[in-house]
């Protein structure tokens, strides 16, 4: 028998051969399940040890929704940050999974400025709210002084009360970088909009930490941009002294440079190695050579999000404030050992 602290509703669902909604209504005793069909889901559901979260004393209120809305600021709806949709579609699965469904509202560039309180939240559709990706400081505080069920993923704010979850960048950046020195690289550069996102920062961070622990040179004013200031992607100029490596804030990027450097007669890595950051690329396209990146676990990273918002929704004990999840370097052909 599977751990009855681990059986989900994707569990039953899998054992059944059905889909995770069908699943949910027939344990809900909701509508749109056959009786036979509802009776045989509650069956393995007992057999597995699956305990129903309404039962557990204070888990879902009595006007519940049952929805949990997933607030993306509208920029990052771009083509070359569809990572995002992604991350989406990992919360998404990952609420089914716990009985909730997610109701998707992009926050427009103009809502953010005039700091409108979300849709989802207004109409009183949802339970709470998962913020994905980047905000504006001014709006990340006044959301959170006007509404309380929510958590942010992928961006935090400097708020213990904030509970916020994201990849662990600022190790991993420095584990990237530690790499590179391990392999023979001296003079390596940073590339990425230090002001556009937390997490930028904390990457650059990770990678200046590895860069002076090794007696390395590295300055702020050295770093090369990428985008704007808004996140938005802006042409790469390649420096008049050339290091060895470049170390790039994400995938997307590396991908830019890369194409840039090839333009310039540059190979990678005969001439100069590249690296990046979250084993995405946008409409999965091909890249030579293949980059050394760090992977993001995006599905974890949306079980601990929605596990936290339903506790917090309903007052169990949870752990509060910023969780970082680990993720995995992975060794491609983009780095060039020096001698």
């Given at each position: 028998m599977i751990n009855s602290r681990k059986v989900r509703l994707s569990d039953i669902a899998e054992k059944l051969d059905v889909s995770i909604v069908t699943v949910s209504k027939a344990i809900a005793d909701k509508e749109g399940v056959s009786e036979e069909l509802r009776k045989k889901i509650k069956a393995v559901a007992q057999e597995l040890g699956y305990k129903q979260k309404a039962q557990i004393p204070g888990y879902k209120r009595e006007n519940s929704t049952g929805n949990i809305g997933i607030v993306i600021p509208s920029h990052f709806f771009e083509r070359s940050t569809s990572f995002y949709w992604t991350m989406y579609n990992a919360v998404s699965k990952e609420l089914l999974a716990n009985g909730y469904?997610?109701?998707?509202?992009?926050?427009?560039?103009?809502?953010?400025?005039?700091?409108?309180?979300?849709?989802?939240?207004?109409?009183?559709?949802?339970?709470?709210?998962?913020?994905?990706?980047?905000?504006?400081?001014?709006?990340?505080?006044?959301?959170?002084?006007?509404?309380?069920?929510?958590?942010?993923?992928?961006?935090?704010?400097?708020?213990?009360?904030?509970?916020s979850i994201t990849t662990d960048n600022f190790y991993n950046e420095y584990r990237m970088t530690q790499y590179l020195i391990n392999q023979g690289h001296r003079n390596i550069r940073y590339v990425g909009n230090f002001n556009a996102t937390s997490s930028i920062a904390d990457r650059f961070m990770g990678f200046m930490k590895?860069?002076?622990?090794?007696?390395?040179?590295?300055?702020?004013?050295?770093?090369?941009?990428?985008?704007?200031?808004?996140?938005?992607?802006?042409?790469i100029k390649l420096p008049e002294n050339m290091p060895t490596a470049f170390v790039c804030n994400c995938d997307e990027t590396a991908a830019k440079l890369i194409n840039v450097l090839k333009e310039n007669g540059f190979r990678v890595p005969k001439d100069v190695s590249v690296v990046g950051f979250d084993d995405f690329l946008a409409d999965g396209r091909a890249i030579e050579p293949p980059i050394t990146t760090v992977a993001v676990d995006s599905a974890t990273l949306a079980r601990v999000a929605v596990e936290t918002l339903i506790k917090k929704i309903n007052k169990q004990p949870y752990t509060q404030g910023h969780t970082v999840i680990s993720g995995k370097l992975l060794i491609r052909d983009s780095v060039k050992k020096l001698n």
């Open positions: 469904y997610g109701i998707m509202e992009q926050l427009s560039t103009k809502d953010e400025f005039d700091l409108v309180i979300p849709h989802v939240v207004q109409d009183k559709k949802v339970d709470g709210v998962i913020m994905l990706g980047q905000l504006s400081l001014d709006y990340a505080h006044f959301f959170t002084k006007h509404y309380s069920h929510f958590v942010f993923l992928d961006f935090y704010i400097n708020d213990e009360d904030c509970d590895a860069m002076l622990e090794n007696g390395l040179h590295v300055a702020f004013e050295e770093i090369i941009p990428d985008r704007n200031k808004k996140g938005l992607y802006e042409p």
